[in-house]
């Protein structure tokens, strides 16, 4: 399976794309209006992309005593399609693919069977195995759906991957895109490096370090690539950051994409956002606590917005880091600008209509 060309023209030109949590009743069973409801919103805030099934929508999904995956990433799909007809323009769909070889390969099948464009390939259950054991890993999911590459960062479940699995990871056909995400600049650096050096043109980077959002778009990331410099960006991003405040962060991205594309300069004020959204992560995601409650921030203030009813986990262990309400309370009062809460009320109860 191969992406479909216009599909991959939005992906490579760079979007916004949250991913996408999961919406649970005080039973802690899905509550499918409300799971509806948050995809309409990202859809209507002007995302170009959803990601199911990935770290926000919880990994616990996959467990026999839920078994939500398939539900969970065919409720989305319904959701897609209708919007795409309305948009007049492909939503990148991207499903998450865990577990060893076994069950990612039963994922990919899924996404595959469902209409996902791409798998966002998660290596946290492969933390023991060699890197020739995860080349032929992802080589072989590949094959079944293209595939994104994730450095996802060690603090949730990731392992740290050098350069050179990078370097040999872009020499995989059906590799379509990397999310560079281990909250490092350094790893980030070896990400960049490697696609770069690769020679490989049609990868497109993704952001998912929540913690320098807006500088990755914002630089140019230049190396010596044979007897040349070279120039690389950053063109998008694939977020857990992004599943609240969506339409503010559509706003933010087009004006990093401006400044990028020399159409406005890189101001201050810019500069100036970009310590705000980290500072804004650091309350969503409870970094002050390991990032402990980093679903549970998010479910908090989509909760304060009326879309979701609670901010209830999968697992009842998983709730609001100490201090972490009040850090989302002072955030929410030092950056009224960055919220989108006038535009979740305006179409709220349209998302959540039958």
Request: with cysteine; charged share 20%; hydrophobic share 45%.
């Amino acid at each position: 399976m191969t992406m479909d060309f216009k599909v991959r023209q939005v992906l490579q030109a760079g979007v916004v794309i949250p991913a996408h949590p999961l919406a649970l009743n005080a039973r802690r069973r899905l509550d499918e209006r409300r799971q509806r409801a948050l995809s309409r919103y990202y859809l209507a805030a002007g995302a170009g992309g959803l990601a199911v099934g990935v770290h926000t929508t919880q990994f616990a999904i996959r467990d026999k005593r839920f078994d939500l995956l398939a539900p969970v990433l065919t409720l989305a799909m319904l959701e897609v399609r209708r919007a795409e007809s309305r948009l007049k323009r492909p939503v990148v769909c991207i499903g998450g693919i865990c577990g060893k070889t076994r069950q990612a390969v039963r994922e990919a099948m899924l996404l595959a069977d469902l209409g996902y464009h791409a798998g966002l390939l998660s290596l946290a259950a492969l933390s023991r195995e060699s890197q020739d054991a995860l080349i032929s890993h992802c080589q072989t999911i590949s094959q079944i759906i293209p595939i994104i590459g994730f450095y996802l960062q060690p603090a949730v479940g990731g392992r740290v991957l050098p350069y050179s699995f990078w370097r040999r990871l872009a020499e995989l056909p059906n590799l379509v895109a990397v999310k560079v995400a281990p909250f490092n600049r350094y790893q980030t650096l070896d990400v960049v490096r490697a696609v770069m050096e690769s020679g490989r043109q049609d990868i497109v980077l993704y952001t998912g370090n929540d913690d320098n959002i807006v500088l990755d778009l914002l630089t140019p990331w230049r190396f010596q690539v044979g007897n040349k410099m070279k120039t690389g960006r950053i063109h998008g991003g694939l977020l857990g950051h992004w599943s609240v405040w969506t339409k503010k962060a559509v706003w933010l991205f087009e004006q990093c994409q401006r400044a990028v594309r020399g159409r406005q300069p890189i101001t201050p004020e810019l500069l100036r956002l970009a310590m705000e959204v980290t500072d804004c992560n650091a309350a969503f995601f409870d970094a002050a606590n390991g990032f402990g409650g980093c679903i549970a921030g998010l479910h908090e203030v989509l909760c304060r917005q009326g879309l979701l009813e609670g901010i209830w986990c999968l697992d009842p262990r998983e709730t609001l880091g100490p201090g972490q309400m009040q850090a989302i309370d002072r955030v929410y009062q030092a950056y009224p600008h960055l919220n989108d809460d006038a535009f979740v009320a305006a179409h709220r109860d349209q998302w959540l209509a039958d």
